[in-house]
């Protein structure tokens, strides 16, 4: 049975037009031709990124040099171009269209991913398997940002804009922990933060307490690969009731009626 291959024709090829008309868009653009699907368009927009790394001006007639005649045969000729300087009428709408390529390309490689994990889900050991498909998922959703090709314009543009801001103190989000927040002034986007220490030194007690005041400010995700979700549970519920989580896996004899 062929693969399903979702694919939004109109947007790609709405990008791909938009060039002929602002040739400038290419050193805005946060797409590459591989995030396209339709492989007529992959080609022009390689040429036009080749054009652009040369510096050469972008138009209608770089594009059909740069193709050459053997290439521009394949495609369709010169009216196939023509056709798609023609279908897009104003370039206002270039980032949303980029967004909707992204988010096909994003598609397309999960269901690669899952086609994968049900292969070898029959055959492989099933923990890999899903911690493997988990990673190869999160790093699809991790590579659809807008400096996955180098471009800086947004970041730019996004610095520009916190400098701005009004800033506080803590500018990412609170651990909880005061003297750790005033030398980290917060979590922010794309941290990556390791807690190393010896076995049974409270690294999962700490992790956990950050995790649930981060909670309280709807930002948390929990994955753990060591305790399971009752023992996770009872550690946050005896955080948040300030008692001894030890003393819940007896109650009945630890607790007293208060």
């Not at 868009?25 to 040429?47: D, G, N, W």
């Not at 369709?76 to 171009?81: E, K, R, T």
């Not at 003297?179 to 980290?184: E, G, V």
Request: proline share 3%; glycine share 8%; charged share 25%.
């Amino acid at each position: 049975m062929e693969e399903f291959q979702p694919f939004y024709q109109e947007a790609e090829e709405a990008i791909v037009g938009a060039f002929f008309l602002d040739g400038g868009l290419v050193k805005e653009c946060t797409i590459l031709p591989e995030q396209l699907y339709t492989r007529k368009l992959r080609t022009i927009f390689s040429a036009i990124r080749s054009l652009d790394s040369k510096g050469v001006p972008i138009d209608f007639l770089t594009v059909v040099q740069e193709l050459g005649d053997q290439c521009l045969e394949w495609l369709g000729g010169v009216s196939y171009l023509n056709q798609l300087a023609g279908s897009v009428p104003t370039t206002a709408n270039f980032h949303f269209y980029e967004k909707i390529v992204k988010e096909y390309d994003q598609k397309r490689k999960a269901i690669q991913v899952a086609g994968k994990i049900i292969e070898q889900a029959g055959t492989e050991e099933i923990g890999k398997t899903l911690r493997d498909g988990i990673n190869e998922l999160m790093a699809v959703e991790d590579n659809q940002t807008d400096e996955e090709d180098g471009h800086l314009t947004p970041a730019i543009a996004d610095l520009y804009e916190d400098c701005e801001k009004e800033q506080s103190e803590i500018v990412g989000i609170a651990s909880g922990f005061a003297d750790l927040d005033q030398l980290t002034k917060g979590f922010n986007e794309s941290d990556l933060i390791i807690v190393g220490a010896r076995p049974s030194m409270g690294k999962t007690a700490f992790a956990l307490n950050i995790a649930l005041n981060a909670s309280i400010q709807d930002v948390s995700v929990i994955f753990s690969l060591e305790m399971g979700k009752k023992q996770l549970l009872r550690r946050l519920t005896g955080s948040m009731a300030k008692i001894d989580s030890l003393k819940m896996k007896n109650p009945r004899r630890e607790f007293h009626d208060e």
